[in-house]
């Protein structure tokens, strides 16, 4: 009984920090101060500390000497190559899917694509990142190559792993990425061309990696994928 207890204790505490993680309250580098954590979630340091560990082993934590832990600085590199690579097979994938997509799930792509414009409204970004996730996967998860398909999921967890996503939130960007979603619907559903889909959706990812390049160039830029 009190092995279940330390365990839900472990899980809430990994759940409030991965969220405040990706949702960008928790800068990168920024130091995890555990007896903060014990105020905040009213538990002792035990859990907080198994928390940790899990988050470390998933790149989101890393100790540093003579600090202790602190979220993973972002490896900017790292961040545009990933995108890069996603950009090529989700474009792949995506046109591979239009085949078998139902009107059902036409309609369900313009539901969460709305959803998305009234996350960026109420500035829920981290919603506004979940519901994103569920548009893409949506897209391309009736594509006949499951190795492909895992291959992007994994490469999103990497993403995950970089934290870019809500971390360095830019409006504008995710504006023009709605923007985007509705002209891969409306090619989705009047089932256009192979090429023209793949390029659709590889160029929504390369426009967030030039955004991200050109946002860099200028004070305190951010992106949003």
């Not at 920090?17 to 949702?23: D, H, L, N, P, T």
């Not at 998305?116 to 990142?129: N, S």
Request: hydrophobic content about 35%; overall charge neutral.
């Amino acid at each position: 009984m009190n092995n279940t207890k330390r365990v839900s204790k472990k899980q809430k505490a990994y759940d409030y920090m991965k969220s405040r993680i990706m949702e960008g309250f928790y800068a990168p580098g920024q130091r995890i101060v555990i007896n903060q954590l014990v105020k905040e979630l009213a538990t002792s340091a035990i859990p907080i500390r198994e928390a940790v560990r899990s988050l470390e082993a998933e790149g989101l934590i890393e100790y540093q000497q003579n600090i202790g832990p602190v979220v993973t600085p972002i490896d900017e590199s790292k961040y545009t190559d990933t995108l890069s690579t996603l950009a090529v097979m989700e474009g792949y994938a995506t046109a591979l899917s239009k085949a078998a997509l139902t009107g059902d799930q036409i309609t369900t792509l313009k539901d969460l694509n709305q959803q998305m414009k009234e996350a960026l409204t109420e500035f829920e970004f981290g919603k506004f990142g979940e519901l994103n996730r569920k548009f893409h996967d949506l897209t391309y998860g009736s594509c006949p190559n499951q190795y492909l398909i895992e291959s992007i999921r994994k490469t999103w967890m990497q993403l995950d792993s970089i934290r870019l996503t809500g971390s360095t939130f830019n409006p504008k960007r995710a504006k023009e990425s709605i923007d985007e979603h509705e002209h891969i619907i409306q090619l989705l559903s009047e089932n256009a061309d192979f090429q023209v889909i793949e390029l659709a959706v590889r160029s929504h990812k390369l426009n967030t990696v030039q955004s991200f390049h050109e946002r860099k160039r200028q004070p305190n830029g951010t992106t949003f994928i």
